[in-house]
């Protein structure tokens, strides 16, 4: 007969295993609360019965989330998790008034410095698990590619061991009567637990964006769907504690930069999808490097069930980019780096006749976002990449000659198509694209629009809906407003 400590001991590492120690404890909780003590009950809790109400907990947490390499009902709970810990802000009246007011002073002071329209939603002030909420349907769209390029060669890898898992484990997913992890099997249960190791993974690096984050769009990703601007004023007050700079004017440089790129990001219909289906399309290409992945299998003691939610993953990407990955994430650089330029230039335009200390801020943001931007450290972590703006000073060049060279209107519509975009050779040497007369530039661009789209309503042309418009499933999109 074994030792009841004995069993008690592998009862707890199955459900680490699982579940990692955090859950496991709140499965033991829940057992608790109905009356059964794990610790004094255990040799009679493991019957098909007790077994049942066990796994319906299990299933609760990895269960849940759908068919999928990420279990993103864990990410979503290990983000909240982390905020609720360690990071939780509260969001008063007057910090949302505050933030709100920002948000349309700066849009006034943008109407006359570019001429693309304003946002349509509501402007909203965010906690961080607010950014959270907004911000999950788009880090998901961008990670689930990379996750499922994980999963698989993980899955791969474990196949060819998977008679090294100890008894307790192959045992709790093939239960008499049928009880145990939805679909069956220890391979299912891998999948499983490898969909919550990437859920925490992920989870924990949507946490460290939230609490870093300014708004919806300063990481170089627009996070928010709609035709909304928003700002978290907590992350703002943090960032402007012990900064000679009054917090009124950080909150209104930092609510003009949010507006613009809000701006661009709802008003150029092909802008925010080509940026992010780039995104996605380096991540859904990436290499996993799986020498090394098959060496902590290899090296895993599947004795010890805790090491399978130990797994590292921080070394999983290949050294070398492919030439297809390559030429993806050039193509995202150079986006970004227009992206960004523009902002820089628009926002310095806007904000000099009303801000003391305007120059003092745009350098102190220019140092951000090249060295502390949350986004980075985030991208590299998880896609073995910055995904940084690399033409950033190029870009701002370009755009403050485009503001000498055409006025207002010639400038922001070359945003009307990628194709009347500077290339990465152009912006090297900015000077050859202005060659031509305003008037000359001006009736290229609308020669080239005219017969871009000659018959053609622009239906075809690949945009989200805006605020209001019917999405394709025949829903509108809103902005909800969640302070």
Same mark, same amino acid.
């Given at each position: 007969?074994?030792?009841?400590?004995?069993?008690?001991?592998?009862?707890?590492?199955?459900?680490?295993?699982?579940?990692?120690?955090?859950?496991?404890?709140?499965?033991?909780?829940?057992?608790?609360?109905?009356? /059964?003590?794990?610790?004094?009950?255990?040799?009679?809790?493991?019957?098909?019965?007790?077994?049942?109400? /066990?796994?319906?907990?299990?299933?609760?947490?990895?269960?849940?989330?759908?068919?999928?390499?990420?279990?993103?009902?864990?990410?979503?709970?290990?983000?909240?998790?982390?905020?609720?810990?360690?990071?939780?802000?509260? $969001?008063?009246?007057?910090?949302?008034?505050?933030?709100?007011?920002?948000?349309? &002073?700066?849009?006034?002071?943008?109407?006359?410095?570019?001429?693309?329209?304003? &946002?349509?939603?509501?402007?909203?002030?965010?906690?961080?698990? *607010?950014?959270?909420?907004?911000?999950? !349907?788009?880090?998901?769209?961008?990670?689930?590619?990379?996750?499922?390029?994980?999963?698989?060669?993980?899955?791969?890898?474990?196949?060819?061991?998977?008679?090294?898992?100890?008894?307790?484990?192959?045992?709790?997913?093939?239960?008499?009567?049928?009880?145990?992890?939805?679909?069956?099997?220890?391979?299912?249960?891998?999948?499983?637990?490898?969909?919550?190791?990437?859920?925490?993974?992920?989870?924990?690096?949507?946490?460290?964006?939230?609490?870093?984050?300014?708004?919806?769009?300063?990481?170089? /990703?627009?996070?928010?769907?709609?035709?909304?601007?928003?700002?978290?004023?907590?992350? /703002?007050?943090?960032?402007?504690?012990?900064?000679?700079?009054?917090?009124?004017?950080?909150?209104?440089?930092?609510?003009?930069?949010?507006?613009?790129?809000?701006?661009?990001?709802?008003?150029?219909?092909?802008?925010?999808?080509?940026?992010?289906?780039?995104?996605?399309?380096?991540?859904?290409?990436?290499?996993?490097?799986?020498?090394?992945?098959?060496?902590?299998?290899?090296?895993?003691?599947?004795?010890?069930?805790?090491?399978?939610?130990?797994?590292?993953?921080?070394?999983?990407?290949?050294?070398? $980019? &492919?030439?297809?990955?390559?030429?993806?994430?050039?193509?995202?650089?150079? $986006?970004?780096?227009?992206?960004?330029?523009?902002?820089?230039?628009?926002?310095?335009?806007?904000?000099?006749?009303?801000?003391?200390?305007?120059?003092?801020?745009?350098?102190?943001?220019?140092?951000?976002?090249?060295?502390?931007?949350?986004?980075?450290?985030?991208?590299?972590?998880?896609?073995?990449?910055?995904?940084?703006?690399?033409?950033?000073?190029?870009?701002?060049?370009?755009?403050?000659?485009?503001?000498?060279?055409? *006025?207002?209107?010639?400038?922001?519509?070359?945003?009307?198509? !990628?194709?009347?975009?500077?290339?990465?050779?152009?912006?090297?040497?900015?000077?050859?694209?202005?060659?031509?007369?305003?008037?000359?530039?001006?009736?290229?661009?609308?020669?080239?629009?005219?017969?871009?789209?000659?018959? *053609?309503?622009?239906?075809?042309?690949?945009?989200?809906?805006?605020?209001?418009?019917?999405?394709?499933?025949?829903?509108?999109?809103?902005?909800?407003?969640?302070?």
């Amino acid at each position: 007969m074994s030792n009841p400590s004995e069993d008690h001991n592998n009862w707890q590492e199955m459900l680490r295993a699982i579940l990692g120690p955090q859950a496991a404890e709140e499965v033991i909780a829940a057992l608790n609360a109905q009356g /059964i003590n794990p610790e004094a009950q255990l040799q009679g809790m493991l019957t098909p019965e007790n077994m049942q109400l /066990i796994t319906g907990q299990i299933q609760q947490l990895l269960g849940a989330s759908g068919e999928g390499p990420v279990n993103w009902k864990i990410a979503e709970k290990v983000a909240r998790d982390t905020i609720a810990s360690r990071h939780l802000d509260r $969001l008063t009246g007057a910090a949302g008034d505050a933030a709100r007011q920002a948000l349309s &002073t700066a849009s006034l002071w943008l109407d006359a410095a570019s001429e693309i329209d304003p &946002t349509t939603g509501p402007n909203m002030a965010w906690t961080r698990l *607010d950014w959270v909420a907004h911000a999950l !349907p788009t880090f998901r769209r961008l990670f689930e590619p990379l996750g499922a390029n994980i999963s698989r060669a993980f899955k791969e890898a474990v196949a060819e061991h998977i008679g090294e898992l100890p008894e307790q484990l192959t045992g709790f997913v093939q239960l008499p009567g049928g009880i145990g992890i939805p679909g069956g099997g220890a391979e299912a249960m891998i999948e499983k637990m490898l969909a919550a190791l990437l859920g925490m993974q992920y989870g924990g690096a949507l946490a460290e964006l939230a609490v870093g984050s300014f708004g919806s769009t300063d990481t170089g /990703i627009p996070f928010l769907e709609g035709s909304s601007a928003a700002l978290v004023p907590a992350n /703002i007050a943090d960032f402007s504690a012990g900064l000679e700079v009054p917090e009124s004017e950080v909150l209104a440089y930092v609510a003009v930069r949010e507006v613009a790129a809000a701006r661009l990001y709802t008003r150029v219909p092909w802008l925010r999808p080509r940026l992010l289906d780039t995104v996605a399309e380096f991540a859904r290409g990436i290499d996993i490097n799986t020498d090394a992945i098959e060496e902590q299998v290899r090296n895993m003691n599947f004795a010890n069930p805790n090491e399978i939610t130990e797994i590292d993953l921080s070394d999983v990407f290949a050294l070398e $980019l &492919t030439q297809p990955q390559q030429d993806a994430i050039a193509r995202l650089e150079h $986006l970004l780096s227009l992206i960004e330029g523009w902002v820089s230039e628009v926002s310095a335009c806007a904000v000099a006749p009303h801000l003391p200390n305007a120059v003092a801020l745009r350098e102190m943001f220019a140092r951000r976002y090249a060295t502390d931007n949350p986004a980075r450290h985030v991208w590299q972590a998880q896609m073995g990449v910055p995904l940084a703006p690399r033409m950033m000073r190029e870009s701002v060049a370009f755009w403050q000659l485009a503001n000498r060279k055409l *006025d207002i209107t010639q400038r922001d519509h070359l945003w009307s198509h !990628p194709d009347l975009l500077p290339t990465p050779e152009v912006l090297a040497n900015p000077e050859d694209f202005f060659t031509a007369n305003p008037a000359e530039i001006e009736s290229e661009l609308d020669s080239f629009l005219e017969d871009l789209f000659a018959g *053609d309503t622009g239906a075809s042309a690949p945009h989200e809906p805006k605020f209001g418009e019917e999405d394709d499933a025949g829903g509108p999109n809103t902005g909800e407003n969640t302070d």
